[in-house]
């Protein structure tokens, strides 16, 4: 079907074998494999951080905002501009989503003038998202202001592991740090993700919150450091298992290089598209933040035909994509918000388009795709 997809698994016999083991092994779940990945990921972190693998990004969120006892008559901020992802956890926990718009056409993550300007009384959290791997510029203003105004601050960064900011890694800003491992994620398990946490007691609850409130694991009585188990608080199923944390394991040392890779590709899409109509954001990053190049989003020229641009892409063969639709256009979500109270991202999603990207690309490929972009638009 593509010659050129979005996005490729950077997979190889590494995963299979680690898989296999996992079988030939015969504890399929929370077993050792998931703490080893937690320890793992927690270094690949650092400051200390706790983490917790877990069923998928969006159990990680649902966790995350029930772990601050966010609920019904609580507002939540949330970037106008993210996966749908966010915007439904908050609903689902009966709060009120309250969306910040994006910063400009250049920098589409939100602004700490964004936030502030939609802060209340009921302002319970806020959820940051680093877009397309690019840390949000503001995050450490961010996170004074939530500390200083009682405020739960979430990063969700399903976008962006290993994104840093003068060398702290993003997800270590926040109270609550949110990972997806979907397969389309720089780490990619298939379904999977992660919340960390610099807070010890906050560690315990989401602990509780991922596997019914239990204070023993089965493998403690398989191990018979247990008998029984007590249950400390109403919890959810959202555990990971081994194969899983296997795959994690062997994602997680490819991360970096692989990021390095994508920062490669991205640097070359942006030298090709240099001079042209097209405009690809955070090319003036400043110089102490460090992305890890999610995925490759372009801005077309005012008034371009985006369905066309995309039919011609087709026509060659390679793969584009839309992140993301905005939520008003959404059946459930049109009544809840309107584009006119987030003019920057409404101008985004209108003219947004994402080219492939993914660690084993050429940069013939990147080639292929800039010069079908340009003659599509002339
Ligand atoms: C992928 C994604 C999620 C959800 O993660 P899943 O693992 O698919 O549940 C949440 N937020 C953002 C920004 C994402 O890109």
């Not at 010659?3 to 997979?11: M, R, S, T």
């Not at 084993?360 to 079908?372: F, R």
Request: aromatic share 8%.
């Amino acid at each position: 079907m593509w010659d050129i997809q979005l996005f490729k698994l950077n997979f190889d016999d590494l995963e299979v074998k680690a898989v296999s083991d996992v079988v030939a092994g015969g504890w399929l779940s929370m077993g050792e494999k998931i703490i080893s990945f937690e320890e793992s990921f927690g270094d690949f972190l650092g400051d200390g951080a706790h983490c917790k693998a877990v069923a998928n990004g969006t159990a990680a969120l649902h966790m995350a905002l029930l772990a601050l006892e966010v609920g019904r008559g609580d507002e939540v901020i949330i970037p106008s501009l993210t996966f749908v992802a966010d915007v439904n956890v908050v609903n689902l926990v009966g709060a009120k989503p309250i969306l910040a718009d994006a910063t400009s056409l250049s920098d589409w993550n939100m602004s700490l003038e964004s936030i502030e300007k939609q802060i209340t009384e009921r302002t319970k959290a806020v959820i940051v998202v680093h877009y397309a791997g690019y840390p949000c510029r503001d995050i450490v203003a961010i996170s004074q202001l939530c500390r200083d105004r009682g405020i739960g601050l979430i990063e969700d960064v399903a976008h962006a592991p290993g994104a840093k900011i003068a060398g702290k890694v993003c997800g270590t800003f926040g109270d609550i740090g949110c990972f997806s491992f979907f397969s389309n994620k720089n780490l990619s398990i298939g379904e999977g993700g992660m919340v960390s946490t610099l807070d010890p007691e906050i560690n315990m609850k989401l602990g509780y919150l991922r596997s019914h409130g239990m204070t023993t694991l089965t493998l403690d009585r398989h191990k018979g450091r247990a008998i029984t188990y007590d249950v400390a608080q109403p919890g959810l199923n959202y555990r990971m298992d081994e194969m899983r944390a296997a795959i994690g394991l062997v994602q997680l040392d490819k991360l970096p290089a692989a990021n390095v890779r994508r920062g490669e590709l991205t640097d070359r899409y942006r030298s090709n598209l240099h001079d042209s109509s097209v405009l690809v954001p955070f090319s003036k990053q400043a110089s102490n933040l460090q992305s890890v190049y999610h995925i490759l989003p372009v801005l077309l020229p005012k008034g371009a035909d985006r369905v066309a641009v995309i039919g011609a892409l087709k026509e060659n063969r390679i793969q584009s994509s839309i992140h993301y639709p905005p939520f008003w256009d959404f059946s459930s979500y049109k009544d809840q918000f309107s584009p006119d109270d987030s003019p920057i991202t409404a101008e985004i999603c209108n003219r947004q388009l994402t080219l492939p990207l993914f660690p084993t690309m050429t940069d013939g490929e990147v080639d292929q795709v800039t010069e079908a972009l340009l003659e599509a638009l002339r």
